[in-house]
């Protein structure tokens, strides 16, 4: 069966193992904010979707990144969830521009 809902501390807890992979690998980045947050694909099925806010120099390493989900999966185990992760990356620029646009109202 798989997990409808999760607590805040299990967000928590994957924001954490995210940041930490991501800057571990690519240096000279911060990763700041990982949003992490129930939702429901196209299907209706349970997903987490997970904004990932990041600012430096260069660019994320693109493999790295899109591995991530295998080294996550031990951790997501060990936690009892077993849906998938659906992440997005955004620059630090587009977040602030994103947050303004809800502040007004607009999406």
Not at 21 to 28: C, I
Not at 31 to 36: N, Q
Not at 71 to 80: D, F, I, Q, S, V
């Amino acid at each position: 069966m798989k997990t409808a809902k999760t607590t805040d501390a299990q967000k928590e807890r994957i924001a954490r193992l995210i940041k930490e992979d991501l800057e571990s690998y690519n240096k000279g980045f911060i990763i700041d904010p990982v949003i992490v947050k129930d939702d429901v694909d196209f299907y209706g099925d349970p997903i987490l979707f997970v904004e990932i806010i990041f600012d430096g120099e260069g660019l994320l390493d693109p493999h790295w990144n899109n591995s991530q989900h295998r080294r996550l999966a031990p951790h997501l185990e060990e936690m009892g969830i077993d849906i998938p992760l659906i992440e997005t990356y955004i620059g630090k620029a587009g977040w602030a521009r994103h947050q303004e646009r809800i502040k007004n109202g607009l999406r």
